[in-house]
């Protein structure tokens, strides 16, 4: 059984768990995601396509990211996510975190951080082992490629991360 740690409003774990998906959060209570954005050093991104049996955004373009396990810290969560949904290992790339946002959603408890990450380096096509059982393939996709994808409304917390795509 996958536990995850609930956090305050400060994002201070509160010694309690959760177990995954299992959304009972009152008010003021979080639990704690992560996103990993992929670049290589021409300026691509690493995009993912969610599959079709997705019971949410299915088909959909996204970073790899997902919760952090009871215990984890957020960086391991982060490298973990990555190494299973895309077979990279991002320990000791360039970057590393960037930002947290929080999403509330009242009444359902299910309120979350989201820290994001970017990891910079250097891979090659062959070098990918996609996670069958989230993924439906990939994209090494510029900026302004994944911006378009934003604005056909397929592609996941585009607004929430944006900055995340500029290299600069």
Not at 86 to 95: H, I, K
Not at 115 to 139: H, W
């Amino acid at each position: 059984m996958e536990l995850w740690d609930i956090y305050d409003a400060d994002k201070k774990p509160t010694g309690r768990t959760m177990r995954r998906n299992d959304f009972c959060l009152a008010e003021g209570e979080y639990h704690l995601t992560v996103l990993g954005v992929v670049a290589r050093r021409d300026g691509r991104f690493l995009i993912t396509k969610r599959v079709r049996t997705k019971a949410w955004a299915p088909g959909w373009w996204e970073v790899s990211g997902g919760a952090a396990m009871a215990g984890e810290e957020s960086l391991d969560a982060v490298r973990r996510e990555v190494k299973e949904e895309t077979g990279l290992d991002v320990t000791g790339w360039d970057g590393g975190y960037l930002f947290t946002y929080h999403r509330e959603n009242p009444g359902e408890g299910d309120n979350y951080f989201v820290d994001v990450y970017r990891f910079i380096g250097d891979f090659t096509e062959e070098e990918l082992q996609l996670q069958q059982a989230e993924t439906d393939g990939y994209r090494l996709a510029t900026a302004e490629e994944i911006r378009e994808l934003a604005k056909q409304g397929i592609f996941l917390h585009y607004d929430s991360i944006k900055e995340a795509f500029s290299l600069s």
